[in-house]
T-cell receptor
Framework: AQKITQTQPGMFVQEKEAVTLDCTYDTSDPSYGLFWYKQPSSGEMIFLIYQGSYDQQNATEGRYSLNFQKARKSANLVISASQLGDSAMYFCAMREGSWNNDMRFGAGTRLTVKP | DGGITQSPKYLFRKEGQNVTLSCEQNLNHDAMYWYRQDPGQGLRLIYYSQIVNDFQKGDIAEGYSVSREKKESFPLTVTSAQKNPTAFYLC??????????????FGQGTRLTVV
């Protein structure tokens, strides 16, 4: 069974600095995808970035990048140049490539950006 | 605009009553999901459906029921057997199928409170 672990319940970062949010995963399926979502206090889930298990390069989307270390089964999210609006919950998720491929989430990390 | 609509946004239920949460999508997605989120916690999978007339239990299905009679709709019933139903409920949808590792799109959520 797939499993997602986020070990940082809360993180603080100074505005304009970079921050790394950790995510490790466990799966026996060679085909899988890793996702990061942002959840502001409004509760909506905002998709940020995706990394496929066969992708050779780390994914990037604007200020977001994913540090994918396949052998270590980690998929850390890096946010560069933090902004006050980045304060939110961040969730790592995984979806396997098999037919019955539901999406499972980690416990989340609450990021607070300080001015 | 394509998207997922959850209704109502807020719902109050008396103890012992069943209540149904609505989720409709017009993204032409085969897969739909229901998650429960408790304050400060991650998303836990209740039920998911990969195709019409089929659905699978997630990690916390006890006390909940679903139906998938139409591709666009995946209602969740919180029954009186669910002992602690107060939570934030999120519905999502995605492309389905072998190798379909794509992001899930979420509704705005329903906040259920037992009074």
């Amino acid at each position: 069974a797939q499993k997602i672990t986020q070990t940082q319940p809360g993180m603080f970062v100074q505005e304009k600095e970079a921050v790394t949010l950790d995510c490790t995963y466990d799966t026996s399926d060679p085909s899988y995808g890793l996702f990061w979502y942002k959840q502001p206090s409004s509760g909506e889930m905002i998709f940020l970035i995706y990394q496929g298990s066969y992708d050779q390069q780390n994914a990037t989307e604007g200020r977001y990048s994913l540090n994918f270390q396949k052998a270590r089964k980690s998929a850390n999210l890096v946010i560069s140049a933090s902004q006050l609006g980045d304060s939110a919950m961040y969730f790592c998720a995984m979806r396997e490539g098999s037919w019955n491929n539901d999406m499972r989430f980690g416990a989340g990390t609450r990021l607070t950006v300080k001015p | 605009d394509g998207g997922i609509t959850q209704s109502p946004k807020y719902l109050f239920r008396k103890e012992g009553q069943n209540v149904t949460l609505s989720c409709e999508q017009n993204l032409n997605h085969d897969a739909m999901y229901w998650y429960r989120q408790d304050p400060g916690q991650g998303l836990r999978l209740i039920y998911y459906s990969q195709i019409v007339n089929d659905f699978q239990k997630g990690d916390i299905a006890e006390g909940y029921s679903v139906s998938r009679e139409k591709k666009e709709s995946f209602p969740l019933t919180v029954t009186s057997a669910q002992k602690n139903p107060t939570a934030f409920y999120l519905c999502a949808s995605s492309i389905s199928g072998q190798g379909a590792i794509t992001e899930a799109f979420f509704g705005q959520g329903t906040r259920l409170t037992v009074v």
